[in-house]
Nanobody, 119 residues
Framework: VQLVESGGGLVQAGGSLRLSCVAT????????MGWYRQAPGKQRELVAT????????NYADSVKGRFTISRDNAKNTMYLQMNSLKPEDTAVYYC?????????????WGQGTQVTVSS
């Protein structure tokens, strides 16, 4: 499975961005996809996840009410709509995917896309 993110960029505080992640390869093996982020000097952290079957979602408390994760299975694409962005949202955002029996956070990772929010 290969994951490719797009949609990052520079935005002012209060603005919006939409990230996309296209999955190719053996995508039938994936049951959960998600977005993670890593800010300079900090550990990678969960942003949101979504199941590929039922579309169940999970969000970090810091983004609840501002970010929305969604997926289009027909296009093998996952999205992250980010509204009311804050400077503390600045990070590299990674797309990730996990298979059903995995014991890891994720089995596949994208290369990351930079999101910078200016104050």
């Amino acid at each position: 499975v290969q994951l490719v993110e797009s949609g990052g960029g520079l935005v002012q505080a209060g603005g919006s961005l939409r990230l996309s992640c296209v999955a190719t390869g053996s995508t039938f093996s994936i049951n959960v996809m998600g977005w993670y982020r890593q800010a300079p000097g900090k550990q990678r952290e969960l942003v949101a996840t979504i199941t590929t079957g039922g579309g169940n979602t999970n969000y970090a408390d810091s983004v609840k009410g501002r970010f929305t994760i969604s997926r289009d299975n027909a296009k093998n694409t996952m999205y992250l709509q980010m509204n009311s962005l804050k400077p503390e949202d600045t990070a590299v955002y990674y797309c990730a995917a996990r298979t059903p029996r995995s014991q890891r956070v994720a089995d596949y990772w994208g290369q990351g896309t930079q999101v910078t929010v200016s104050s």
